[in-house]
């Protein structure tokens, strides 16, 4: 692929550019233009003329559009994947798997602009309302504000743009610095598809951007992913707006002694280091009943280590660099000040540039900041536990919490524990990382705000209109 340019949604000044870096070799594969305060007036213009034509399309129109443009990515699907490998860095089979989720995505959101319309409203059942008729309909917010992460640069970009148009709404996006030209690679294709230039607009700036465009009143709507410093920074600062955030997680998987456990650590492996462990509900901490824990940590040692990590594009990698070279320091860090604490490294801690190899720890101090945190690197730690109320107790007490996940042969002892884990979703016999773009998506505590997959989106982003016939 030839280097892309961007070309500047705001025109009439001459926008500074950044450069887009490949994260494994550091070569500049595009470059965006680079907005701020300054131009905000100019995309509320484009971003009010967008609501003005989404919210006059009809809801087959929404529809007809967006399920075009899952067809469109299906034809195009073998350059969205290249596209993803070179800027986010996922390996090529990662990044093929990540487009058919997009896929799945956009032929959601245009099931949902067709189907979730409203419903009949009973006022005859009432005293008083027996002549009565009525119901309500989902009508648009307006202008939603939608600001995406690098870890799945296609997909997590359909969940905001694809509810958002189903409902009718415009959107001002503000993709990853690290990922906008997959962004802009999707925005494109739905236009291709029949979708209004001005329905979504697409910025690139720093934090100066966004935090202008989170406090515009106007804007109805801020839908964030990422980080809970930047989600609590975005609610100081957007004021009586609707706000979805989904902030991260640190997921404990609790395997029990009666698991299958070939089985478990198969999927806890595959849920550790997939997209280089930049996943919100990866693998992250593992807790072990004791008396299946070496037999436990042998099998998961060994099937780390075959793992194989390096360049993206190549079939046979499973483990690609991370988006950059500083996090992969970071994460180089935090394994060296959990070992500096009286951690145990039982792999890994080896980093070539922006590849940080699966690293597997045990005794991890449960003051580190890699216990505590969302590590979002290719790090795990193992654990063992004694009891059922120790294992919840453990897995509990962090304050981020997306997914968990429990391996066990006993039906009860799983709804058990599934009922008592503070998690947005509790996988039984899988890894904390499985989701479908259907279901409901986020956290409990400070995990999340609101719900993504595609129906629940759509209906943060509509609001209810009552219609009600006096006979």
């Given at each position: ?51 003005t ?5 009809s ?15 299906r ?10 490998v070179r ?47 009525g ?26 743009l ?50 202008a ?24 600062g ?17 395997v ?45 040692v ?50 070539d ?56 042969r ?6 058990r524990v599934?009922?008592r ?22 956290g ?28």
């Amino acid at each position: 692929m030839s280097e892309l340019v961007i070309a500047p949604v705001a025109t009439g000044m001459f926008p500074r550019f950044a450069a887009v870096l490949n994260p494994y070799d550091g070569s500049e594969i595009g470059r965006v233009p680079q907005h701020d305060g300054a131009d905000v007036e100019r995309i509320l213009d484009r971003a009010r003329l967008g609501f003005t034509l989404s919210s006059a399309m009809s809801r087959f129109q929404r529809h007809a559009a967006l399920e075009r443009a899952a067809g469109l990515l299906r034809e195009r699907a073998g350059v969205a994947a290249d596209l993803i490998v070179r800027e986010a860095g996922k390996t090529i089979r990662q990044a093929r798997k990540e487009v058919r989720r997009a896929i799945t995505t956009l032929s959601l959101s245009a099931e949902a602009a067709r189907s979730n319309a409203g419903e009949v409203i009973p006022f005859d059942a009432f005293e008083g309302s027996e002549h009565r008729r009525g119901w309500f309909t989902r009508e648009p917010l307006g202008i939603v504000l939608a600001i995406t992460p690098y870890n799945d640069a296609l997909n997590l970009v359909a969940h905001k743009l694809g509810p958002a148009i189903a409902a009718g709404n415009s959107v001002i996006l503000k993709p990853s610095q690290f990922t906008p030209l997959t962004a802009q690679f999707l925005v494109d294709l739905l236009v291709d598809a029949g979708v209004p230039d001005e329905i979504v607009t697409v910025v690139h700036g720093d934090r100066t951007l966004a935090q202008a465009l989170i406090a515009v009143r106007e804007i109805r709507m801020v839908s964030f992913t990422g980080g809970f410093a930047t989600g609590e920074a975005i609610a100081r600062g957007a004021g009586l707006k609707r706000l979805a955030m989904e902030l991260g997680g640190n997921a404990p998987v609790v395997v029990f002694d009666d698991a299958d456990l070939p089985a478990a650590v198969e999927a806890c492996v595959s849920g550790a280091f997939w997209a280089a462990g930049q996943n919100c509900v990866g693998v992250q901490r593992i807790l072990v009943q004791r008396a299946a824990y070496e037999e436990f940590r042998e099998r998961f040692v060994a099937a780390s280590a075959t793992l194989r990590a390096g360049d993206p594009a190549q079939e046979s990698t499973d483990v690609g660099p991370m988006i950059g070279v500083p996090s992969a320091e970071r994460a180089e860090r935090l394994v060296e000040d959990a070992i500096a604490a009286g951690a145990v490294l039982l792999l890994g801690n080896r980093r070539d540039g922006a590849v940080f190899w699966p690293t597997v720890l045990e005794r991890v101090p449960f003051s580190c900041e890699l216990w505590a945190d969302e590590v979002f690197a290719p790090i795990v730690m193992l654990e063992p536990f004694d009891s059922e109320e120790q294992a919840l107790s453990l897995a509990n007490e962090v304050e981020f919490s997306l997914h968990s996940a429990v391996f066990t042969r006993d039906l009860g002892r799983a709804l058990r524990v599934a009922e008592r884990l503070e998690a947005g979703g509790v996988m039984i016999n899988d890894s904390s990382d499985y989701r479908v773009d259907g279901m409901p998506f986020g956290g409990a505590k400070y995990g999340s705000m609101g719900r993504e997959g595609v129906r629940f989106a759509f209906e943060e982003m509509t609001q209810p209109k009552v219609v009600c016939i006096s006979a």
